[in-house]
């Protein structure tokens, strides 16, 4: 009879310890999952030499801008920038990806640029984005004009119409062999200079 009951003591034992395992095993798969999910969302590109974080009502309206740009998502920061636009926003959308937006001294967002969505290569920079267009006659000779005007020296590789917020684009190759897209509004003025082929997420 004895023997019965210890045997039974011990299965009983045993089944409590597999499940204790199995929880701590599943705890921790879980805490990984979560871990990596938020270390993939929170990161965002690099701030360049020279920006700095906005504050007070300048970041309000700064964030303001953005999200009604970009509805729906969320601010991850606002700073100034170095790249043509007095202020810019990085934002997470709904979807999880990642975007800047560009915005101007009157606090009116100009550009929308997706992170990490292109890469670094030769003439073309690999690839026109979806839905645009090559700029021919009068507009494209005014959105090179306005590129080179910007960009001293450089040389302008294609124009062609912009799907990330701008009405035109021109992609230009500098002096010093970098390439850089220029955003130009409808009145054929440049609002935002971007370095071409960021880093990607997680790249």
């Given at each position: 009879m004895f023997q019965k009951i210890q045997k039974v003591v011990m299965a009983v034992a045993a089944l409590g310890a597999i499940a204790v395992g199995s929880a701590v095993v599943a705890n921790a798969a879980s805490n990984s999952g979560t871990s990596g999910q938020q270390g993939a969302q929170t990161r965002t590109p690099p701030r360049a030499q020279g920006e700095t974080a906005l504050t007070g009502d300048t970041a309000e309206k700064v964030k303001q801008a953005a999200l009604d740009k970009v509805p729906g998502a969320t601010v991850l920061r606002v700073e100034t920038d170095a790249q043509g636009s007095p202020y810019e926003a990085h934002l997470r959308k709904s979807d999880g990806s990642l975007v800047t937006v560009k915005v101007d001294k009157d606090f009116n967002a100009t550009a929308v640029e997706?992170?990490?969505?292109?890469?670094?290569?030769?003439?073309?920079?690999?690839?026109?984005?979806?839905?645009?267009?090559?700029?021919?006659?009068?507009?494209?000779?005014?959105?090179?004009?306005?590129?080179?005007?910007?960009?001293?020296?450089?040389?302008?590789?294609?124009?062609?119409?912009?799907?990330?917020?701008?009405?035109?684009?021109?992609?230009?190759?500098?002096?010093?062999?970098?390439?850089?897209?220029?955003?130009?509004?409808?009145?054929?003025?440049?609002?935002?200079?971007?370095?071409?082929?960021?880093?990607?997420?997680?790249?």
């Open positions: 997706r992170f990490g969505g292109r890469g670094r290569g030769g003439p073309g920079h690999g690839g026109r984005g979806k839905g645009e267009t090559p700029l021919t006659g009068d507009t494209a000779d005014k959105v090179k004009q306005a590129a080179l005007d910007k960009v001293s020296g450089g040389t302008v590789l294609r124009v062609e119409t912009d799907a990330e917020g701008s009405p035109y684009e021109a992609h230009v190759r500098k002096s010093d062999g970098t390439e850089v897209v220029v955003k130009v509004n409808k009145d054929f003025e440049v609002t935002a200079v971007q370095e071409f082929g960021p880093p990607g997420p997680g790249g």
